[in-house]
């Protein structure tokens, strides 16, 4: 049994077939909005105030490095953050280890911030996130000069020691990765001249949106299919008033939960719908899904909807290798409406899932297989043949392995099982959906 499967204080959780889901509900702020909107306040000069932001683990890890780099974090009576910034190239050196938990998204970002100013500090973080690899980022961070001692395999825990001033570099990225992106833009925030990063494939653009809603000055073009962006250093970045809106990969779940249970007929307020995060609803319509926008409208510079849903038949797909990085969270629950489709769906070119808070693809594989489903996997995706719409058999135990999203995945599998499912870990979740449970209870779900 890997180490990854157990921890102390696992929360195991049952559960079972439910009855129709109706009713209207919210999910948390975006994850990856809120980490942005914290780590931009921090470097702006004045006061910015953040409404809606998730209060998750893995913002709160950040929200906690920032703080011990001197940028004040507050909660006020009223919900909303208040950061006083340091103002760009104004980080200070941190007393401790910054502990990034479960979060791949603090590390890399973080260690972007670092690598251009005079600190030295060590990232830390659990077992989950200290199997992951960082050399994507170690590399083009030395390149703008910071330097790195990381553990065997480029992994945590490190040490980085930044350097002011940094180097621009132009990078074009090796792995299509919103994450390595945000670390060279927000290195090159305090690197004096333009740093570019080129990217073949598109990833969401949170980053790029925010850096310019601060004052950022920050082009993008596009030539020949690939994005090239580009910041000016050493930029003065003015306070903001952000409003974040709901997390569409975590509406991802109360969403096929609806369109899976029979009678089901729900709303989801709020969702966010940047073009470069709603894969999923696409390729759901496609397969079949009844899925309507009700309302779309703006909300801090990122469009956001309503989005109702009801329950209807699924099926199979083959999944475009291009609309990946649109839904690269939503491939475990996809694999869960897949194993209700009538027909074979096919997902390729997924190996960045093997590199997520767990391997998403084995994970989801071995978890399915137990509950019941006919799934064949590949180097770098799932064939899933579906039930045409029969309840799976259930009455298993999955391994979660500290992530969130497997836990989420199997607990919506589990309201369309004969037998009921157990998960043997909950803990994960409250690093990016704390309150799912209380979400899926007002829907109706017996959990
Ligand atoms: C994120 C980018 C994605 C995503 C992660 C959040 C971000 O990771 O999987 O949950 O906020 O930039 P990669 O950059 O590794 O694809």
Redesign the pocket.
Known sequence: MSTLTSQANARPARFGASGPLRGRVRVPGD??IS?RSLILSALAVGESRVEGLLEGEDVLATAAALRAMGAGITRGADHAWHIRGVGVGGLLQPRSALDMGNS??SA??LMGLVASHSITCAFTGDLSLSTRPMERVILPLSLMGAEFTASPGGRLPLMIRGLCPAVPIDYRLPV?????K?AILLAGLNTPGITRVIEPVA??D?SERMLRGFGADLTVEETGGERIIAIRGEAELTPQHIVVPGDP?SAAFPIVAALLVPGSDIIVENVGLNPTRAGLIEILRAMGGDITLIDPREVGGEPVADIRVRSSALNGIDVPLEIA?AM??EFPILFVAAALARGRTVTRGLE?LR??ESDRISTMAEGLRAIGARIEETADGLIVEGTGGERLAGGATVATRLDHRIAMSFAVAGLVTEADVTIDDMAPVDTSFPGFVDVMRMLGVDA
């Open positions: 994850k990856s980490h791949g998204t890399r970002l299509a990765s919103a994450q390595v945000s990833t969401r949170h990969s990085p690269i969270d960045e590199l997520k």
